[in-house]
């Protein structure tokens, strides 16, 4: 939802993002050579949307104010997207599904293949993993007014709340 109240969604196979609202649908967003993903509304209104490449090699966070684009969040410091500390769980590309902001500003995003969240700042810097949480193909998650992330496990079919922030 937006902050008037209305339905946002995407639609891979169109690729393109609508907008919901009095039963009437409106496109906001029309890509080309890329596939939206799970999106969310941040506290002062702007879209952000998970998207990747159609080869499915790059993935990056693209920031609307509208369906005006104002930030593209795709390398960090000149690396591929969440880059973050070398382990064996993440050496395989960085597939983002969920995404959701918190009270700080902070971006978090979900990563199913690496069973961990990221946590980025709000200009797209990487900030740190969660991944001692024993979390099993993490798919969506959301932040709720306390700042406790719940994240659900696509397999699984259970919801974990992790308290993160300090």
């Not at 946002?8 to 967003?29: H, N």
């Not at 159609?54 to 005006?68: A, I, P």
């Not at 990563?111 to 993490?138: A, T």
Request: net charge negative; proline share 4%.
């Amino acid at each position: 939802m937006d902050i008037d109240g209305a339905l946002l969604y995407s639609e891979g196979t169109t690729r393109r993002v609508y907008k919901v609202k009095d039963d009437q649908t409106e496109e906001i967003i029309r890509l080309q050579g890329w596939i939206p993903g799970n999106l969310c509304v941040t506290s002062s209104g702007e879209l952000l949307v998970i998207m990747r490449s159609e080869d499915e090699t790059q993935s990056k966070v693209v920031r609307y104010s509208g369906s005006t684009v104002k930030q593209r969040i795709q390398f960090d410091n000149g690396q591929p997207l969440y880059t973050g500390h070398p382990s064996p769980t993440k050496n395989k590309p960085f597939k983002p599904y969920g995404i959701t902001t918190d009270s700080q500003r902070h971006i978090l995003t979900v990563d199913g293949d690496k069973h961990c969240i990221h946590i980025l700042n709000e200009d797209g810097q990487f900030l740190r993993f969660i991944d001692n949480c024993d979390l099993e193909d993490p798919y969506g998650l959301c932040v709720d007014s306390n700042d406790s992330l719940f994240v659900c496990e696509f397999y699984r079919g259970s919801v974990k709340k992790i308290k993160y922030l300090k």
